[in-house]
């Protein structure tokens, strides 16, 4: 079973897969890097997590890093530690793939450097090296988990990327280069912490398949930044569809009974790039507050606006989803009136298929249903017919826009606070 970001990620991922993982035998995740932030909050304790997938506070649950994942072995052992200061037990239970690419200081720097080179069009990456570690990978010269297991190994592959990389810090970016000593001597060190986990997850998720276990897919990013389908070039640098989970975790598709995308009762993104329905008003700044929405990564403040179901819609397509899981319902409470975004006008095209082009999508006028709010308070509701009737009429209403289901409710933060419409594990 998948779960995916339906917009520009953010949108409480880590939520609902650890609500469900409660039924898995294994959680993994298949993409992206420590930009992601997943933010689980059980009996008041906050756990955030970037590559560690969101099944680890369940102690029985194995949790794979898939070889779609590109690691930072430093970031990845703070998050292990922080876990374990925590009391939660990692180790043993975390499987990490020997083919991921591994995220290295330089790319970090490339990361920063490409970024500055934009001058006044940035992405507005988190800055986190995730896409020159992607380019090394596709360009397959990347240093993999893999070559920690061997010490010459892991030199000569250092070797070659370092010499690169290094020349085009100094030569092309007129950046300060990467001390390749101390780079090396760093990952030697994490290297024999990290080995024990290594080993290749395609035998162990294949025999929970085969025993009728359950495996979660847990998506990182959104739709819209995918790296074919988001409005590139404002993307991040993996698929974060749902097809990316059969390649970058190592299953074959008839091991996928289900697709899920997650999205929020409105809309955010990070970074810059299209967003129709952005409010660069009191409305956007009230959403930002009561959904305290600034990012679990970087701390950034994140963009906001109504709800866009024309992006629902295609991320329906592109993914498969069978349904929809609709979180922060609880932050629409005591908004007077709410609007959804129903299609999109754009002053000379009418071409529906160009909507994806960054500029012309930042031209479009976004066209709005309204809807009546609600004054109740719905944080912690966890009966569906218990919600506002206007609560109850925008869920129908997503439900209708986007032509599948809302099969989760998330009503709060915590663990609890959720409403499972649909039997879904
Ligand atoms: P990168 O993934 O750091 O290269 O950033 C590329 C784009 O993806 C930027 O707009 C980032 O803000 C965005 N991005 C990357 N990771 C996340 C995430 O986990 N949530 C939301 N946006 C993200």
Same mark, same amino acid.
């Not at 909050?41 to 590559?51: R, S």
């Not at 994490?190 to 997850?201: C, E, G, Q, Y």
């Given at each position: ?108 720097? &490339? ?200 992006? &629902? ?111 879904? &594990?």
């Amino acid at each position: 079973m998948v779960f995916v970001g339906a917009q520009w990620g953010d949108e409480g991922k880590g939520k609902v897969v650890d609500v469900l993982s409660e039924r898995a035998q294994a959680v993994v995740r298949f993409q992206g890097g420590h930009n992601a932030g997943h933010t689980i909050y059980v009996d008041g304790v906050k756990t955030v997590l970037h590559l560690i997938p969101s099944g680890i506070l369940r102690p029985d649950v194995l949790c794979v890093i898939g070889g779609g994942v590109a690691v930072s072995p430093t970031d990845l052992l703070n998050e292990i530690a922080d876990l374990e200061r925590q009391g939660v037990r990692v180790r043993d239970r975390l499987t990490i793939a020997p083919t991921c690419p591994l995220i290295l200081p330089l790319h970090r720097e &490339l990361d920063l450097a490409r970024e500055r080179r934009r001058g006044n069009d940035p992405i507005g990456t988190t800055g986190r090296g995730i896409g020159p570690a992607y380019e090394d990978k596709v360009a397959r010269r990347a240093v993999r988990v893999a070559h920690l297991l061997d010490r010459t190994c892991l030199r000569e592959a250092l070797a070659e990327v370092s010499d690169y990389h290094n020349f085009l810090l100094e030569n092309y970016y007129r950046w300060t280069p990467v001390d390749i000593g101390s780079m090396e001597a760093e990952l030697e060190r994490l290297a024999s912490t990290l080995s024990p986990m290594v080993r290749d997850p395609v035998p162990e998720l294949a025999r929970i398949r085969t025993s009728g276990g359950s495996i979660l897919f847990e998506g990182a990013q959104g739709t819209m930044l995918d790296l074919d389908h988001g409005t590139y070039p404002y993307v991040t640098s993996s698929n974060t569809t749902a097809s990316a989970a059969l390649s970058g975790a190592g299953v074959g598709m008839r091991d996928i009974d289900a697709v899920y995308g997650i999205t929020k009762a409105y809309t955010t993104r990070v970074g810059w790039g299209p967003f129709p329905t952005e409010l660069d008003d009191p409305v956007g700044e009230s959403l930002a507050r009561r959904g305290r929405e600034a990012g679990a990564t970087t701390g950034r403040a994140r963009r906001c606006g109504w709800l866009d179901a024309v992006v &629902l819609r295609h991320s329906v397509k592109l993914n498969g989803l069978g349904g929809l899981c609709l979180t922060k319902l609880d932050v629409l409470d005591g908004m007077e009136e709410l609007k959804i975004c129903v299609s999109y006008r754009h002053p000379r095209m009418r071409d529906p298929t160009i909507w994806l082009d960054p500029t012309l999508l930042s031209e479009c006028e976004p066209i709005y249903e309204t809807l009546s709010g609600w004054t109740e308070p719905t944080t912690g509701t966890r009966d569906f017919l218990a919600l506002p009737e206007s609560a109850q009429s925008y869920v129908r209403k997503v439900e209708e826009l986007a032509g599948v289901p809302v099969v989760f409710l998330s009503t709060g933060m915590e663990r609890k606070d959720c409403i499972q419409l649909k039997e879904i &594990l």
